[in-house]
């Protein structure tokens, strides 16, 4: 299982050949990723990537009759608040996680590669257990969140900087 949320790494995955190759050796490559559909699919279609993924976790979106992108929340807060405090309102990466893991372990699933970069990559890095990679991006909101709280991660964490750098680390581990 392999939940990717950042869209320009995964463009820059394509390049170095990781996604295709990771996908070939039975990883399920999944979005989570505070952005919207429309976007995300727009993206992935463009660059021949959507065919990677098995889910795309993202706010829904659609184009009203003006033709305006619409977006709305992951995570409803006015019918039920997600209650974490790490993540906003419209969107628990953390929550999805947990729903990723439970179902992936009936499926006989069990280890985790999660990529980030952003402060919003913290609340599902907690959600990872021993055996599992939390791989945030070097000097980037998430790497500095990990280097300087005190909460508790399980998953061992492996730093990257580069394309080439995390398709090594992402298909050796």
């Known amino acids: 299982m392999l939940p990717i949320n950042f869209l320009p790494i ?4 394509r390049r170095a050949g990781a996604l295709p190759e990771l996908r070939r050796s039975k990883c399920e490559l999944r979005v989570v990723r505070d952005a919207n559909v429309f976007f995300v699919e727009t993206i992935l279609k463009h660059h021949g990537l ?5 889910e795309i976790n993202t706010n ?6 003006e033709g305006r992108l619409r977006i709305l929340p ?18 628990c ?8 893991k439970y179902t992936s ?17 913290y609340c599902p890095g907690l959600k990872l257990n021993q055996g599992d990679f939390l791989m945030p ?13 005190h909460h508790p991660l399980e998953a061992e964490v492996h730093e990257w900087s580069n394309a080439e ?5 992402s298909c050796s581990g």
């Open 10 to 13: 995964n463009l820059r995955l």
């Open 60 to 65: 829904p979106s659609y184009v009203d009759e």
């Open 105 to 121: 372990s009936i499926k006989g699933k069990n280890r985790f590669i999660y990529l980030g970069d952003g402060k919003g990559d």
């Open 165 to 169: 750098r995390l398709k090594m680390k």
């Open 50 to 54: 959507l065919e990677c993924f098995t």
């Open 74 to 91: 992951f995570h409803h807060s006015t019918t039920s608040s997600h209650g974490c405090k790490l993540c906003p309102a419209n969107m």
């Open 93 to 100: 990466k953390g929550k999805i996680i947990d729903r990723i």
């Open 137 to 149: 991006r070097k000097n980037y909101p998430l790497w500095d969140l990990i280097l300087s709280n």
